[in-house]
Structures are given as C-alpha cells and as structure tokens.
C-alpha cells in the first residue's frame, strides 16, 4: 500500500508541477537536519587540528624559516651576480679602449700588511704573466706584477711607498713622477716646479717613459695644490682613477712596448782587443 502511493507521487511529481511548493516547503525544512549531519565530520577535524602536537607544531615552523632563510640567500645571491655582472661589462667596454693585448685576471687575495700595498690576482706563468706586467681596473692603471708564480702573481700597487711611475698632464704635456703615500685615495707627484703649469683637476696618464707603462692610461686627477714658500718645489696630491679598494676583475696588459722589447736581440759587443797583440809594437813597426 505504502509503495503505491509513494510510486504515485513520484510520477505526479514527475509529470505535473503540482507538487512544487510542498518540495520547496520540505527544501527548507530539512536545511537544520543536513547541518546536523556535518556536524560529526566538522568535529573529527577540529580534533585532530587541537590534538596536534607541539613538536610537530616546532618541526613545521622551522621548516618554514629554514625555506624563507634558503630563499633570502638566493635573492641576496643574485643581487651580488647582478652588481658583478655590471662590473663585468665595465670592464669589457675598458677593454674595447685598449690597443694592447690584454688577458682578464681575477683578485684573489690582499696583503694583511697596512704598510704594504699588494693584491694577489688569479694569474700565472702558465698564462704568460711577467714581472713588470702593468694591470688595469675598468677605470684605470692599478699596479704592475712584482712576484710571478705558476697559477697567481703578485700586483704592486701605485699607491704603495714604495712604487712610482711617470706621468704627464693631458693638458699641456707636463711630465712628472707620481709615487704612492700608503693610501688607497692618494697619490703625491714628486719635484714639482712652482712655475709648472699644473691645476687642480687635471687629469694625469702615464707618460710611458721607462717602457714600462703603456702610454696614455689613466692614473689621476690633481686634488690639491699646496704653494709653501719655504720649500722649492710644490706638494701635488692626486687622486686615482682606479677603483684600488673595490676592484675584483682586472685587466693585465701585454704592451706593445715589452714584447718589442723581448723581441729585438741586443746589439752586438765591441771587440776586444788580443792581449798577445801590444799597440806599442805595431807602432814601433810603422815607424
């Protein structure tokens, strides 16, 4: 009995809209009931969120700072390949300037001595390195190589006490001698004239006299002059153009100058006269 009349309000629910409103009626009467019904899962869950232990709660937060530590290294990371990348392309449109031969060399160490100004570069005899070689930065000369090893060399650089090279003012040609004071940001020019026609704010290369510097590289900018009525010549700070503190990539220079150098044979001795040969007799036999 009961199946029939169910069969018999499905077909006119089916076929007929008579039934809408109790459906719909029926719809929001069972609304309570199916919440009811979630309740025993939403509480399953909530369970086994509170009953989670603090050392899994540990585990997971220093999971978490150990991917955000991973991820601040990668970006400061790629911050330095970025700045490197930049000093790079300085250094290769350095290169572009240039009319020797040069071979790209990389800083590997600094001397821990205050009073000694030297690097350590990545290159070597192997790579055809020599004492004496200069070395440029992107800005311009640094040093020159004073001790040659197999795979590194050492660089001495033109502020220290001890080196002094010759340059000239762009302006006018005047020559001089530049030597270190022990500080990266100076350079003093040696037996300066009072009526030398230097300024502040001239730009000084190397001159090239020696044969040991190119010539035509950048080495300085006159600071200041000092004028002392008591001394002879006059006190000329300048400061580099090379980055001497900061510069990683370097350039080291086959000159031209050098290899001609290498490559003319020395001229030949006079001869020695033959000590069994006495002037004296071939003297007394003219006469």
């Known amino acids: 009995m009961l199946g029939l009349v169910a069969l018999s309000l499905v077909a006119v629910d089916t076929l007929t809209d008579w039934l809408d409103p109790v459906t719909a009626r029926l719809g929001q009467v069972s609304l309570p009931?199916?919440?009811?019904?979630?309740?025993?899962?939403?509480?399953?869950e909530w369970g086994d969120e509170a009953l989670l232990s603090r050392v899994e709660w540990d585990n997971e937060n220093a999971r978490l700072r150990q991917e955000l530590l991973v991820y601040s290294g990668q970006l400061q990371r790629m911050a330095a390949i970025s700045a490197e990348n930049a000093r790079l392309r300085s250094l290769l449109s350095a290169t572009e300037l240039l009319?020797?031969?040069v071979l790209v060399a990389e800083l590997i160490g600094v001397s821990t001595d205050p009073l000694t100004h030297t690097i350590t570069i990545n290159r070597g005899a192997v790579d055809g390195a020599y004492q004496g070689?200069?070395?440029l930065d992107d800005r311009g000369l640094m040093g020159q190589v004073i001790a040659v090893g197999e795979h590194a060399s050492t660089v001495l650089l033109i502020t220290d006490n001890?080196?002094?090279?010759?340059?000239?003012?762009?302006?006018?040609?005047?020559?001089?001698?530049?030597?270190?004071?022990?500080?990266?940001?100076?350079?003093?020019?040696?037996?300066?004239?009072?009526?030398?026609d230097i300024k502040e704010g001239d730009h000084l290369v190397s001159s090239g006299l020696g044969g040991r510097f190119p010539v035509g590289y950048p080495v300085g900018t006159v600071l200041d002059i000092h004028?002392?009525?008591?001394?002879?010549?006059?006190?000329v700070e300048v400061e580099p153009a090379a980055n001497l503190e900061q510069s990683r990539h370097l350039l080291l220079v086959f000159s031209e100058v050098e290899s001609f150098a290498s490559e003319v044979p020395p001229p030949p001795a006079d001869p020695l006269p033959d000590p069994e040969t006495n002037p004296a007799d071939d003297r007394a036999g003219d006469d």
């Open 33 to 44: 009931l199916q919440w009811i019904t979630t309740v025993p899962g939403r509480l399953g």
């Open 133 to 135: 070689q200069p070395v």
């Open 162 to 196: 001890n080196h002094a090279l010759p340059v000239q003012v762009i302006r006018n040609g005047v020559r001089a001698i530049a030597e270190g004071r022990g500080d990266f940001r100076r350079l003093q020019l040696r037996f300066v004239s009072p009526t030398v």
């Open 99 to 101: 009319k020797d031969r």
């Open 227 to 235: 004028r002392d009525p008591g001394r002879p010549f006059l006190t």
